[in-house]
């Protein structure tokens, strides 16, 4: 005796659920960022500092890059970079941002990593600095293509 196909109620159960864990995914893979950034904005606000999650503002800086691409770049580089350390100074960045990324200084050093035009980058730059020998701390990433990004996070004059 052949009882034929099974109810049609409980055909798309399982395909149901499958939806529904890829609904959830994205959210628990996004938590790490959103932390990061409330962290680091909190602070920055509380301080009444530069935000080092936060896209630059100066034209001059973003360089016709997407600001909120910049800021993309910068949560994803503090969220999964290492810690970062340099003594030196920076250097203008003659290359064209990769992926809409504004990165138009970079460390001063053989094949140096680029850095991220970021609100702490701006306030650098703005203040006269980016010709003194700096300290700078920030977080790297390293990116498939090979390249490097830093976002800095403290910043201090050693000599002028």
């Known amino acids: 005796m052949n009882r034929g196909p099974a109810p049609a109620t409980l055909r ?6 499958a939806a529904l ?3 959830f995914a994205p959210a628990a893979q996004a938590c790490p960022v959103e932390v990061i ?5 909190a602070e ?3 301080a009444g500092e530069a935000d080092a999650s936060h896209a630059a503002r100066s034209p001059e800086l973003l360089r016709g890059a997407s600001a909120f691409a910049t800021a993309q770049a910068a949560r994803q580089v503090i969220s999964v970079g290492r810690d970062w350390q340099f003594t030196g100074q920076v250097v203008a960045n003659p290359e064209d941002p990769p992926e809409g ?5 970079r460390v001063q050093a053989n094949g ?4 991220v035009a970021t609100e702490l980058l701006e306030e650098l730059v703005l203040g006269g600095h980016a010709s003194a020998t700096l300290s700078l701390a920030g977080r790297l990433m390293k990116q498939p293509d090979g390249g490097q990004l830093v976002v800095l996070t403290s910043w201090r004059v050693i000599n002028l």
Request: glycine share 8%; proline share 15%; aromatic share 4%.
């Open 37 to 41: 950034e409330a962290r680091i904005g």
């Open 112 to 115: 140096g990593p680029a850095i």
């Open 101 to 105: 990324v504004a990165t138009p200084y």
């Open 44 to 46: 920055a606000a509380q």
């Open 12 to 17: 798309p159960l399982p395909a149901c659920l």
């Open 21 to 23: 864990a890829l609904c």
